[in-house]
């Protein structure tokens, strides 16, 4: 490999390490209220991927002048920035939040009950907003204003990333709370995702009722 000497090895051999890494910003709100569209709420959910627990939604509207400091795609933080991030979106914005258990999950299908779960936030919400930036490539049916979906949408609105705070957060919580009547699964320590101590407490116990019987390893065939 060349490099050129105005370039050390160590950068042309790493160049991601000079990225300047995008942190998610206003703008997308702004650009709707300029349409005419205000107020904004972000939404977002947690917990499609997991063997078992619900999916949890929430939705954001942040207040324009108390936006808390380092909002990110909740995947980015710490546990100690998500928690501190979720106590200051909760006494700054007005938040709503929902959720959809493994029966409805698997009635229907994660993609449906996360949306589901998503519409039914924002529905909650105490101010009515008139725009919604929803992560991900689908509007949620069924909203009661404009919706607008913004893949990656968790790394480009502070809005978004709110909401994705607040519904990690909260599932955790509730992940948390579910490990004292079912102590074998360790949900506390892995929130339901397939870990491997997770999937064999299943071969163990069996599932239990907060398991999704239709996502696999649990699905029979």
């Known amino acids: 490999m060349r490099v050129s000497p105005h370039v050390t090895t160590h950068t042309a051999r790493f ?14 709100e702004m650009a709707a209220r300029r349409e005419g569209f205000w107020p904004v709420a972000g ?5 499609r991927g997991p063997l078992a627990g619900p999916v949890v939604a929430a939705a954001v509207i942040l207040d324009p002048d108390c936006i808390p400091d380092g909002l ?13 991030l979720f106590e200051q979106i909760m006494v700054t914005a007005t938040v709503s939040i929902a959720s959809t258990g493994a029966a409805t999950i698997d009635a229907t299908d994660i993609r ?4 589901d779960a998503m519409r039914r936030a924002v529905y909650g919400l105490t101010i009515r907003p008139q725009m919604v930036l929803a992560d991900g490539r689908d509007i949620p049916p069924g909203l009661i204003c404009a919706g607008k979906a913004v893949i990656k949408g968790d790394a480009r609105s502070v809005s ?16 948390a709370r579910a490990h004292l009547p079912f102590p074998a699964y360790g949900f506390g320590f892995h929130a339901g995702y397939a870990t491997a101590k997770h999937r064999a ?3 163990v116990h069996g599932p239990c009722p907060l398991h999704r019987m239709s996502f696999r390893p649990l699905r029979k065939e």
């Open 160 to 175: 978004i990333a709110a909401a994705s705070i607040i519904a990690k957060v909260t599932r955790d919580r509730m992940m």
């Open 43 to 47: 939404t977002d959910e947690a917990g």
């Open 201 to 203: 407490a299943i071969d």
């Open 112 to 115: 449906k009950a996360s949306l």
């Open 72 to 84: 990110n795609d909740s995947k980015q933080l710490t546990a100690a920035q998500r928690e501190s």
């Open 15 to 28: 160049p991601f390490l000079f990225e300047t890494l995008v942190a998610p910003d206003f703008s997308l």
